[in-house]
């Protein structure tokens, strides 16, 4: 069993910065390979970035350029650093993790960008 806990959302205004953190439970954290997701009101959960345990990465086209995903196998931790931010990034963030066909789901962390 894998369990996923995110912070590092909160209040933040137009072109602000954030980074958030997934931190993962069970070992080897180095064999998941992690994404981050995010769900805006009334729209559907869509991918934000994923990354292998050795750290290749892949965005979702409308996200490259001001997100960045990251990990440290060391503290079963991984990121996301999202810059310049825009009133459509509001949405819950919900970092996942897929080992062996298995995925497991954070609770999210609400990202709200207002001015």
């Known amino acids: 069993q894998v369990q996923l806990v995110e912070s590092g959302g909160g209040l933040v205004q137009p072109g602000g910065s954030l980074r958030l953190s997934c931190a993962a439970s069970g070992s080897p954290f180095s064999r998941y390979s992690m994404a981050w997701y995010r769900q805006a009101p009334g729209k559907q959960r869509e991918l934000v970035a994923h990354?292998?345990?050795?750290?290749?990465?892949v965005y979702a086209d409308s996200m490259k350029g001001r997100f960045t995903i990251s990990r440290d196998n060391a503290k079963n931790t991984v990121y996301l650093q999202i810059d310049s931010l825009k009133f459509e990034d509001t949405a819950v963030y919900y970092c996942k993790a897929l080992i062996l066909g298995y995925e497991y789901w954070g609770q999210g962390t609400q990202v709200t960008v207002s001015s």
């Open positions: 990354i292998t345990g050795t750290g290749n990465t």
